[in-house]
């Protein structure tokens, strides 16, 4: 007969406290989460432009952007462009999640502060183009060119 073996059975409070720590902070994430309560939320500086855009994928593996209200050919994109074409491949894989037709324009907004704002009105999403840098944020602010629609300057009525 070999003799009984010690049972080695790790403390409980240390697997308890562990456990508690995990579930509150879980707790504390999704709170958050779900009431926004905590998060900064930095209302938009006013609009001072915006142009509706279209992007439309060509043969060549190039892009035309155009300009949606008259139709007219912004821009012809060559190349890679990786950043253009990831910011709008994630639009349009949202849109295609929605069910919604690639057709609808995109809405690019100029801010009185100066940052550049992407929209998609057909899902809603938006995507503030300054967090990219500023070389990445100049594709976009190329696109909208001396054709845009102004409007009046929020700050003039002061």
Not at 103 to 128: K, N
Not at 135 to 152: C, D, I, K, Y
């Amino acid at each position: 007969m070999s003799p009984a073996e010690p049972s080695q059975q790790f403390p409980r409070l240390p697997l308890f406290s562990a456990a508690l720590l995990i579930g509150t902070a879980l707790v504390l994430v999704a709170t958050v989460r779900l009431t926004g309560v905590g998060q900064s939320h930095t209302p938009d500086a006013p609009t001072i432009a915006e142009r509706d855009l279209r992007f439309l994928d060509r043969a060549d593996g190039g892009v035309n952007v155009i300009d949606a209200r008259s139709g007219e050919l912004v821009s012809s994109v060559e190349g890679q462009q990786g950043f253009l074409r990831g910011t709008l491949r994630g639009l349009a894989r949202e849109r295609r999640r929605s069910g919604i037709s690639s057709e609808a324009p995109f809405r690019l907004l100029a801010r009185a502060d100066g940052r550049l704002t992407l929209e998609d009105p057909a899902t809603g999403r938006r995507i503030d183009l300054e967090s990219f840098g500023p070389t990445n944020e100049s594709t976009f602010a190329a696109l909208l060119g001396s054709e845009v629609r102004q409007l009046p300057d929020p700050m003039a009525n002061r």
